[in-house]
């Protein structure tokens, strides 16, 4: 009965919850958890997977003994998609969920629910998850927009985790809700769900036929849905349909924004289409949309010439010109485009007391073009006019918490290599190893003789 599942776990339920478990022991990833979060998985990792009283046990006492935010935080780390690759330590996010629900400071989130019914739907534990949506359903009753809120938030969480079957399982549901319902408004963010559920999936076709319905039922289509529909036509390599999105989309009045732009660019350069890169972004410099890092970081990824160059460091040019003459007529119109945008001007500081370059969110092809546009724009600006350089020169580049490969960042090392290799007199701040800092006399005495030190090296 309905009602029954309403109450809170009995002793019974969670024995039997856990006795479902896969009890196959893995190592404990390295993660973003706090010390206390870190310590009890590794200890239930380590634990007798077989012991369930024992793993109880260890879970009341954590919640127990923890805040509220470490409890949580735990808690996310196990549902988060980067983590279902662990299976062991996906297994303890149901029961460790039932002791938090217990604790006095516990308030219940539809969103915690509807990423843990995902987890659950990724790991095939499909009684469970139903479940717990059937208990959030009754929980919630007759409240329309809180049921249209809870389909929404399992779809986006079935998503996440790839879910064909959450997908269709919850967006049929949601119609369900939908419709009953007479309200405009719900019908709209509703459908708006079930697009982005399909395009995230990777089927657009399913997301397009559902804007179909939406013209049918007299809802208004955003920018939203296209969006969505081009960034999913174009990952999944249904280039044409992407363009022919992209006219739609522009025939009713949306034009492409930097975040559209960049989707296309990525889409025709993750699939080595480079004159389709060409000509879209000679079409968007020309419609006037700004560029951004992203922008860089798509079209510079397309380009085959650069990403081989960057896999010997110890010979890549060293200088902006040195690096047009070694590419072909298709990168070197980007390259170009690129460098006469904003983008070089947007990640600079400038204070009276220092001058920061900072190349967070750079990917590696991207560093490499801009720091050399650094170099000659400040060339160009400073010895032409012969101003004067701020007191401190800083290039932020990153420690390498956020690369592939933890503690090493690609950036740095190739920062590192280029500014040895032409004698620059930044070097690694010892405050700050994710830094290259200069006194401002020193740099500006390099940068006049810039010029000099790369053809004495190329020669």
């Known amino acids: ?41 590794s200890t239930l990792i380590a ?29 996310s780390h196990l549902v988060s998609p980067t983590t279902t690759s662990h299976y062991r330590l996906c297994s303890l996010a ?55 809120s809870f389909y929404s938030q399992l779809i986006h969480s079935q998503s996440k985790h790839n879910s064909e079957r959450g997908v269709l399982d919850f967006c049929t549901k949601l119609k369900l809700v939908l419709l009953r319902s007479s309200s405009v408004y719900l019908k709209q963010r509703g459908y708006a769900s079930m697009v982005e559920g399909f395009c995230l999936i990777g089927l657009p076709r399913k997301a397009e036929e559902l804007m179909e319905e939406m013209k049918e039922l007299g809802l208004k289509l955003s920018k939203f849905e296209f969006r969505s529909l081009v960034y999913s036509y174009g990952k999944s390599g249904y280039l044409r349909d992407m363009k022919r999105i992209v006219v739609k989309m522009e025939s009713m009045g949306f034009q492409l924004d930097t975040v559209s732009s960049n989707m296309v660019l990525n889409s025709f350069g993750s699939h080595n289409e480079l004159s389709e890169v060409v000509s879209s972004l000679q079409k968007i410099e020309a419609s006037g949309v700004p560029f951004s890092i992203r922008t860089y970081n798509s079209v510079l990824n397309s380009c085959p010439t650069i990403s081989l160059l960057l ?37 600079m500081q400038w204070k009276p007391s ?43 580049c990153g420690a390498g918490k ?26 690694i701040d010892r405050k700050n190893i994710g830094c290259f800092i200069a006194k401002g006399k020193s740099f500006m005495e390099w940068l006049s003789n810039y010029n000099a030190t790369i053809h004495e090296r190329i020669s």
Request: proline share 4%; glycine share 4%.
């Open 47 to 75: 634990a007798d997977s077989e012991d369930i009283s024992a793993t109880r046990h260890l879970l009341r006492k954590f919640v127990a003994s923890s805040s509220k935010h470490v409890a949580l935080s735990t808690l």
């Open 94 to 148: 149901l029961p460790l969920y039932l002791e938090i629900s217990e604790a006095s400071w516990f308030d219940w989130n539809s969103k915690l629910v509807a990423d843990l019914v995902a987890l659950l739907y990724k790991l095939e534990r499909f009684d469970e998850a139903e479940t717990l949506v059937t208990e959030t359903v009754f929980k919630l009753g007759s409240r329309e927009r809180d049921l249209c």
């Open 354 to 396: 220092e001058l920061k370059l900072d190349l967070h969110g750079m990917h590696l092809t991207s560093a490499y073009v801009i720091i050399l546009q650094w170099f000659h724009q400040l060339q160009c600006k400073f010895l032409a006019e012969n101003r004067v350089l701020p007191g401190e020169i800083i290039v932020v």
């Open 311 to 347: 896999q010997d460091l110890k010979s890549v040019p060293l200088s902006l010109e040195e690096l047009m003459g070694n590419l072909d007529e298709n990168e070197a119109v980007l390259v170009n485009i690129l460098v006469g945008s904003l983008v070089l001007e947007e990640t």
């Open 1 to 41: 009965m309905i009602g029954s599942i309403l109450l809170p776990a009995p002793a019974q339920l969670l024995s039997h919850r856990l006795s479902l478990w896969n009890r196959r022991p893995r190592p404990c990833p390295r993660c973003s958890l706090s010390k206390q979060g870190h310590r009890i998985l």
């Open 402 to 427: 956020h690369s592939v490969v933890r503690g090493e960042s690609p950036v740095k090392r190739l920062i590192k290599e280029i500014l040895l290799r032409i004698g620059c007199p930044l070097r």
